[in-house]
């Protein structure tokens, strides 16, 4: 399971974003996505994560199975009058919970506030919102900032646009670092999302340089696989070295 990020808004205003249903976390049909694998090192996904999710009849997240080959999680999705309960176990037969995350829904339809409890500990987070219904950050924590509809910092990396249009998905390593979980982000329920997908980022804070990149195939107007490169450089040696990472996405058709 993706640990809080270091990755759908749903309002007729942002319809040119996703759609115009008023329920945030319903997504059309052609947007859902069955599969997203992603790997390191190799095209071929030698080394592979994942993760396949299942939907109920409004569009929304009801599971997603992990499985990287090694471990496996399952997430189960149940959404109450307001709230928003997120139950993780090793398996879907399991009855051990590794981890529960209760989400209160605001006046907007946007989460205000998780309380995630795991075997050793509670913690509450309160998140907030700018007036046009992006993603400011957290309370008393890291801020989020966005210029014309598309976000710039998660206060962890800075972020580069591309022209490719925001369909339903987000790459995993391009969610941000303060959003605690990647289906409800997709979703909407974390606010408005960038109109475009993210052409890059950079890490604010990192003992190398690190830059990364985002080159995406295509099939119509949904993204298809995405190459990402890691380009770092050692601030003390000077040494320069690239790296790559796939992945693909399976949609619902």
């Known amino acids: 399971m993706k640990p809080i990020s270091l990755f759908f808004a749903l309002l007729c205003s942002a319809a040119a974003l996703i759609s115009c249903e008023k329920e945030p976390g319903g ?18 996904f030698a080394s592979c994560t994942r993760e396949t999710y299942s939907y109920d009849n409004k569009g929304r997240v009801t599971v997603v199975a992990y499985d990287d080959g090694k471990t496996q999680s399952y997430a189960a999705y149940t959404y ?14 399991s009855p051990l919970v590794t981890r529960a995350d209760r989400y209160t829904l605001g006046a907007s339809g946007f989460i205000s506030t998780l ?3 795991n075997e050793s500990s509670t ?5 907030i919102y700018d007036a046009d219904g992006h993603l400011a950050g957290i309370k008393d924590g890291m801020k989020v900032t966005w210029e014309n509809g598309e976000i710039t910092s998660d206060g962890w990396n800075t972020f580069t646009v591309s022209d490719v249009p925001f369909h339903g998905f987000v790459p ?12 409800l ?34 099939e119509g107007d949904r993204v298809h696989a995405v190459k990402e ?8 040696t000077g040494q320069e070295k690239t790296a790559y990472s796939y992945s693909r996405v399976t949609w619902v058709e």
């Open 27 to 44: 997504l059309p049909k052609k947007q859902l996505v069955s599969v997203y694998e992603y790997g390191s090192k190799t095209e071929g």
């Open 80 to 93: 109450g009058n307001g709230s928003i309960t997120v139950t993780v176990r090793p398996s879907k037969d």
């Open 115 to 117: 309380e995630r409890t």
């Open 123 to 127: 913690t509450v987070i309160e998140y």
């Open 172 to 183: 995993y390593n391009a969610i941000p670092y303060v959003v605690s979980d990647d289906a």
């Open 185 to 218: 982000y997709r979703q909407g329920f974390f606010g408005k999302v960038s109109a475009h997908l993210p052409a890059g980022l950079t890490p604010v804070l990192s003992l190398s340089q690190e830059q990364r990149t985002f080159t995406y195939s295509l």
């Open 229 to 236: 490169t890691i380009h770092t450089r050692d601030i003390i």
